[in-house]
């Protein structure tokens, strides 16, 4: 079973004077459960070479590593899986070339989240919650109310993405969601390893509280 409770999501334009490495390293010691390498911007060769030696860091951790968009790079560093999007390779295909990968969808609507289910996806990137300005594309925020009605209409896990903090954590997680990706508020962090651990802290605190 995949924890996917603190998901985090990379972005080196938000780092602060440390590399994507020590980063990575500071948010698995937080208390992150699953990563996702995400650069938009990065030359190929650059992109796999920065794959390689994240997919030593959360091999060695135990903690599973997605690759963004290029299943390529995700195959080439024996990766655990694959997110995709409307725009890339469609998930049906890349479920035939993977099918032992864990491959994540990103989607918010119900018709959206239903078909990505039947296609194969291990479990679902349901946004943007919030306003954000990580994703330039993430369109109109969906809200919570949204996230729920997703989450019930399908039966593989929801990841809540966009605008999440610490503040509007609470009401994510009592939305039903199975984890939150989060991207400016630990990676751009001062210290990502302390809001990895705030998140996480919170997180637990709530689950035990909905299980009391």
């Known amino acids: ?3 996917y409770s603190l998901y985090v999501i990379t972005d080196q334009g938000l780092q602060k004077n440390k590399s994507i490495l020590e980063v990575i390293k500071e948010v698995i010691q ?9 650069e938009k911007n990065l ?3 650059t992109f796999f070479e920065n794959a390689q ?6 091999k060695k951790a135990g903690i599973p590593l997605i690759i963004n968009d290029r299943l390529d790079i995700a195959l080439a560093v024996n990766a655990d899986g694959v997110h995709l999007g409307e725009e890339d390779l469609p998930l049906k295909f890349a479920r035939k070339i993977a099918p032992h990968f864990i491959i994540g969808y990103s989607t918010d609507s119900i018709h959206q989240a239903r078909k990505a289910e039947e296609e194969g ?7 943007s919650i919030f306003p954000t300005k990580t994703k330039i594309d993430a369109g109109v925020a969906i809200g919570t109310q949204k996230l729920e009605e997703i989450k ?3 039966s593989i896990p929801v990841v809540a993405i966009g605008g999440i903090t610490l503040e509007n954590l609470p009401e994510v997680i009592q939305s039903g969601a ?8 630990i990676i751009g962090a001062e210290s990502p390893f302390e809001a990895a651990k705030k998140f996480r802290s919170v997180i637990d605190s709530l689950r035990k509280a909905k299980t009391c």
């Open 1 to 3: 079973m995949i924890d």
């Open 178 to 185: 199975d984890g939150v990706a989060v991207i400016s508020a």
């Open 53 to 58: 030696t994240i997919r030593k860091i959360t």
């Open 121 to 127: 996806a291990d479990y679902l990137g349901v946004g």
């Open 30 to 38: 937080g208390g992150a459960t699953i990563i996702q390498f995400r």
């Open 152 to 154: 019930k209409a399908v």
């Open 43 to 45: 030359p190929t060769r």
